[in-house]
């Protein structure tokens, strides 16, 4: 157990709609980061939160977008699903603004069908 | 932009046996981090072993080890003794002034 939560475990939903993904870091981490990984592209980093502010965007799409809260936990929000969208979402958290070591959560798996 | 290769989708090993997991990597940087993670059939994202590229000394976790080779851009990872749940994806993963960038993965089996 990294000490990283995710919820929900599982999402299923239909095309064109939309839903959040929420993230708790472990306790005293205050960088948040979200990876997709797909079959097709791998695991690619999307966005990366540091202490409330963003700090860097990777492949994130224009209809996803994230925050982090002054509790620290954060959400992905993704929009107008697509098929495509169907991945296993991760959030890591670290303790330095840079996080040279990441601890990864569990993941979201979301199919949009 | 850095990039992360691992040039062996599969491969399988005997119990008890040593395998050697390959990855190369390309960056212009000096400073970064190298990375091994496991991704066994639970899905979750787990930390096998680190190297700082500062380090000349290989990075060894009990029975997994790295043979870093900096002017190579080479970082494989090694495991010894291999036990049944080694069985797992691999990737490899480099940071330097940019997040985690992964390989593709190793898809490897361990075989009683």
């Known amino acids: 157990d990294s000490g990283v939560t995710q919820t929900p475990k599982h999402l299923i939903t239909a095309t064109g709609q939309r839903v959040t993904l929420r993230c708790s870091p472990r306790?005293?981490?205050?960088?948040v980061y979200w990876y997709q990984q797909s079959l097709d592209q791998g695991l690619q980093f999307l966005i990366h939160?540091?202490?409330?502010?963003?700090?860097a965007k990777g492949n994130i799409l224009e209809r996803f977008s994230a925050q982090q809260f002054p509790d620290l936990h954060s959400e992905l929000n993704l929009s107008s699903l697509e098929l495509g969208d169907s991945a296993l979402y991760f959030c890591?958290?670290?303790?330095?603004?840079?996080?040279?070591?990441?601890?990864f959560g569990p993941g979201t798996r979301l199919t949009v069908l | 932009a850095q990039t992360v290769t691992q040039s062996q989708p599969e491969m399988s090993v005997q119990e008890a046996e040593t395998v050697t997991l390959s990855c190369t990597y390309d960056t212009s940087e000096s400073n970064y981090y190298l990375f091994w993670y496991k991704q066994p059939p639970s899905r979750q994202m787990i930390l096998v072993i680190r190297?700082?590229?500062?380090?000349?000394q290989n990075a060894t976790e009990n029975r997994f080890s790295v043979n870093f080779q900096k002017a190579a851009k080479s970082f494989s990872l090694k495991i010894s003794d291999s036990q049944l749940g080694d069985t797992a994806m691999y990737f490899c993963a480099f940071r330097g002034n940019t997040p985690l960038v992964f390989g593709k993965g190793t898809r490897l089996s361990v075989i009683a």
């Open positions: 306790s005293g981490d205050l960088s």
């Open positions: 190297q700082e590229a500062y380090k000349q």
């Open positions: 939160y540091y202490n409330g502010e963003e700090r």
């Open positions: 890591a958290s670290t303790t330095s603004r840079d996080g040279d070591e990441q601890f």
